[in-house]
Antibody, heavy 122, light 106 residues
């Protein structure tokens, strides 16, 4: 069955770095675009970043541009999010989610991981 | 960014009730609208995509309608396992989510 498992979260001081991983199984990882979505009690669900199936295209929400880098290793079925210069407002549960398209080209997230908690605090 | 506004933010209902949640987009998004259910401590689960298409495995008591800027999610007969928070999400442009509607037991 399709599974996405995030790891790498933890407590980190402001200004430091953290790298999240998302390991996929049960499907052809290299055929799908994958997103990072985060969730905080205050701001709800927020899209963070997208990487195309082959890693050739990457997109970020404005608040993380220049600080976060998304990448993937299709040989290891793994997605990464390198988070640098972390801020307290980056505190959230981070989910990876698989993107799929309906017959009429509407994209949606059909599988999500269980999330990993990142806490940025001194 | 396209803003998504859900109403109500929360509601109380009883088992067997018909429940409707509304989602409004700040501009037209055609049918690029998806609905998710989330239970505490769990990841969101896809219920409806493209406005009205039921995701495989989701009970038929869930239905979605709408296009343009106004959308609804209806649960025809609320079951105990349906008490959760529901989110809409647009995929017309950079994904954005509604703030959520918490469905609680009356």
């Amino acid at each position: 069955q399709v599974q996405l498992v995030e790891s790498g979260g933890g407590v980190v001081q402001p200004g430091r770095s953290l790298r999240l991983s998302c390991t996929a199984s049960g499907f052809t990882f290299s055929a799908y675009a994958i997103h990072w979505v985060r969730q905080t009690p205050g701001k709800g669900l927020e899209w963070v970043s997208l990487i195309s199936y082959d890693g050739g295209n990457k997109y970020y929400t404005d608040s993380v541009k220049g600080r976060f880098t998304i990448s993937r290793d299709n040989s290891k079925n793994t997605l990464f999010l390198q988070m640098d210069s972390l801020r307290p407002e980056d505190t959230a549960v981070y989910y990876c989610a698989r993107e799929i398209y309906s017959g009429d080209s509407v994209s949606h997230f059909d599988y999500w991981g269980r999330g990993t908690l990142v806490t940025v605090s001194s | 960014d396209i803003q998504m506004t859900q109403s109500p933010s929360s509601l109380s209902a009883s088992v067997g009730d018909r429940v409707t949640i509304t989602c409004r987009a700040s501009q037209s998004i055609s049918r690029y609208l998806n609905w998710y259910q989330q239970k505490p401590g769990k990841a969101p689960k896809l219920l409806i995509y493209a406005g009205s298409s039921l995701q495989s495995g989701v009970p038929s008591r869930f239905s979605g309608r709408g296009s343009g800027t106004d959308f609804t999610l209806t649960i025809s007969s609320l079951q105990p396992e349906d008490f959760a928070t529901y989110y809409c999400q647009q995929s017309y442009s950079t994904p954005t989510f509604g703030q959520g509607t918490k469905v609680e037991i009356k």
